[in-house]
């Protein structure tokens, strides 16, 4: 069955005085990087090292078209997506923000056993769906 697995990453404050790359900051606003395996279903911002530990999303015939599915499942964990790599995963275009703690997860898709046909459509679908997203219909002019 086709199943969508994702990955992450995570930069949380650590109230150090470094960033993740171990460059200086303001004393106390420093942040700390881990990348993974993520739950969307769970926890955005639980970051595990193992794929065995967190759940995909799976496709099962009762919801519906595959590629419907797809490209519904993709859109809302990712929201906007701006690149793939042409094979099975796709990155968010913007990180998900918790700005009350300052927590921030970049996010990218890893679809499995998904035709590549079905990937071909599904990059065009999420395409259309998110053109027509950001379309503004013209006004009359007076």
């Known amino acids: 069955m086709p199943r969508i697995y994702y990955t992450g990453t995570l930069i949380e404050p650590d ?18 990087m881990t990348d993974g395996w993520i739950d969307p279903s769970w ?55 918790d700005i009350e703690d300052g927590r921030s997860m970049s996010m990218a898709a890893h679809m499995h056993d998904v035709p590549p046909a079905i990937v071909t459509a599904v990059l065009h679908g999420i395409r259309n769906r998110q053109r027509r997203r950001t379309h503004q219909p013209e006004r009359p002019s007076a």
């Open 15 to 32: 109230g150090s005085d470094t960033d993740p790359n171990g460059e200086p900051t303001e004393p106390g606003y420093g942040s700390t």
């Open 43 to 97: 926890s955005r911002w639980t970051v595990y090292d193992d794929r065995d530990d967190v759940a995909a999303d799976v496709w099962e015939p009762a919801d519906g078209p595959m590629i419907d599915w797809l490209i519904d499942t993709l859109i809302m964990r990712l929201s906007w997506i701006e690149t793939h790599d042409m094979n099975e995963t796709l990155y968010a275009t913007e990180p998900d923000e």
